[in-house]
């Protein structure tokens, strides 16, 4: 996967970025009177996906004229840094550790105006305790004071407890479900557990459903 597989790239009038850019709309609208400059994407269990999904929003929101900051704070299995080609020796862990990065973040640029990638950067042992410390706060602080909006791509919610943590400190959670795979029980059991921690959740978006050809030649035109 490469930025050029992206389809808000390589296909920008498909119906697929369109559905993105609808998404994009119902965010900003939601917002209107709760501010969103930070969200926390991310899914009930283990599904293929979801940090495409979170790259292909991102860039719909900065060609909305958004400055975006992208940050992979799943820190067990990254996969941002290979979905834009750049190199992941330093990124969010190095700003959770080192006073310098926390000052002049590592961002990357990723070839999409507006955008730009923080990566996770080396992977500790207990993604928890990172996430959940007060230099995280300063991490969100120092990111928000670059960018309209923040997103960050965290692990999913049933499986550990690292997105609950994160999105606690922000303004809200947008769940990703997968039609056909997520199953029913488990995307009640990641509202509950996100709601336990006082979590606003944004909202929820069913990927992979099945698309309407009815509206297809409209969207070829």
């Known amino acids: ?5 992206l389809i808000t790239v390589t296909n920008p009038r498909s119906p697929t970025s369109e559905a993105f850019r609808t998404l994009r709309t119902n965010l900003e609208f939601s917002s209107l009177g709760h501010p969103l400059h930070t969200m926390v994407v ?14 292909n929003l991102a860039v719909i929101m900065a060609e909305g004229g958004k400055r975006v900051i992208l940050v992979d704070c799943d820190l067990r299995r990254p996969a941002l840094h290979d979905i834009f080609e750049v190199a992941n020796d330093q990124g969010l862990t190095t700003m959770l550790r080192n006073d310098a990065a926390l000052n002049n973040p590592p961002l990357r640029e990723v070839g999409v105006e507006g955008l730009s990638l923080l990566p996770s950067g080396p ?9 959940s410390s007060r230099r995280m706060g300063e991490v969100i602080a120092t990111l928000k004071e670059r960018a309209d909006l ?7 919610v049933v499986a550990v407890t690292d997105a609950a943590v994160l999105a ?7 769940l990703l479900l997968r039609a056909g ?10 509202k509950e557990l996100l ?13 992979n459903a099945p698309f309407d050809g009815t509206f297809r030649r409209y969207y070829a035109t």
């Open 123 to 131: 992977l500790p042992a207990d993604p928890v305790v990172l996430l």
């Open 150 to 156: 923040v997103l960050f791509d965290a692990p999913p």
């Open 181 to 190: 795979s997520t199953r029913r029980e488990y995307a009640q059991r990641a």
């Open 168 to 174: 606690a400190q922000t303004d809200g959670v947008l």
């Open 1 to 5: 996967m490469a930025l050029s597989d």
């Open 195 to 207: 709601e336990k921690v006082n979590v606003r959740i944004i909202g929820a978006v069913l990927c």
């Open 42 to 55: 991310t899914t009930a269990t283990p599904e293929e996906g979801k940090s495409t999904t979170l790259a």
